[in-house]
């Protein structure tokens, strides 16, 4: 197996373990547990958000595709996705104050991790060349997310 395909199941297993780590929160939190205050709960996800946009730098730059990163603007969509599950992240385990909002909190952040996720898998990106315009890519990429929305 080569790096590439190494650092790419690294990517995929970090974001499982982000999800779990959450769930694992965001449940403790709901029942007002003390273990919710364990430190390996605490570190643990900043530790895996940091190997995340490690293994999402190398990622973008050694796509086998050869697609350019920024100027096609997927991996843009694919990192305001990360964020976006990121605030969801933080509203549902910091800034909501009633169950009722975790849960908003939590679906938001179920749905970004499957928008990004969709974006991840998309086919038209396995058959983009760097040729082609971005305007064209950009379009398919809009395409494709509003399809969910």
Known sequence: MNLYMAVKHAHLLIIVLTFVFFIINLVLLMKDSEKVNNKILKIGPHILYTLFVITFIYLAYANPLNLVPFAHSWATTKLAGFVFYLLSITLALKWAKTNLWRIAGAL?????????????????LK???VDESASTLIYSITDTLTKFV
């Open 127 to 129: 058959v983009k060349s």
């Open 108 to 124: 938001s952040a179920v749905f970004w991790l499957a928008m990004t996720a969709r974006l991840g898998f998309a086919d038209h």
